[in-house]
């Protein structure tokens, strides 16, 4: 991120480990270790790391763009259902940073860790083989 022209104002002062962070708090809001919460302090400190950057929706999109590659790279389930979920998390997240970074932000209050799911959308299933009647 530090690399990217339009992320890197928003990475430079980042922290090394922001990448296990961020896989820590993915990790704890798709169902994992709460280790995130315990660690860092759940979703009022993830607020409080947005307030003041000013993150514009380019940067926001270019992020988005980021970790969806960075999904297939790392070999995450490629089934309809499960990226619809994710996509859905990574835009609410990233919207919620928006939010948060902007010059007049919400309280930013103890609120619970966002917990996401599957069953938001029908299940997928592969079409059977055809076979031929030869």
Do not use: N
């Amino acid at each position: 991120m530090r690399k990217d022209p339009l992320l890197a104002p928003v990475f430079a002062h980042m922290d090394d480990k922001h990448p296990h962070f961020v896989a820590l708090w993915l990790g704890e809001v798709f169902g994992g270790p709460t280790h995130y919460s315990a660690f860092r302090g759940g979703h009022q400190h993830m607020a409080t790391q947005h307030l003041g950057r000013g993150i514009t929706e380019e940067q926001r999109r270019r992020w988005v763009g980021l970790l969806m590659d960075a999904a297939d790279e790392v070999g995450l389930p490629r089934d309809p259902e499960f990226r619809a979920v994710f996509a859905y998390c990574i835009e609410w997240g990233t919207r919620m940073a928006l939010i948060y970074s902007g010059e007049s932000p919400p309280p930013v209050d103890a609120a619970d860790m966002p917990h996401w799911e599957w069953g938001q959308t029908p299940p997928w299933q592969p079409e059977p083989p055809q076979h031929s009647s030869e």
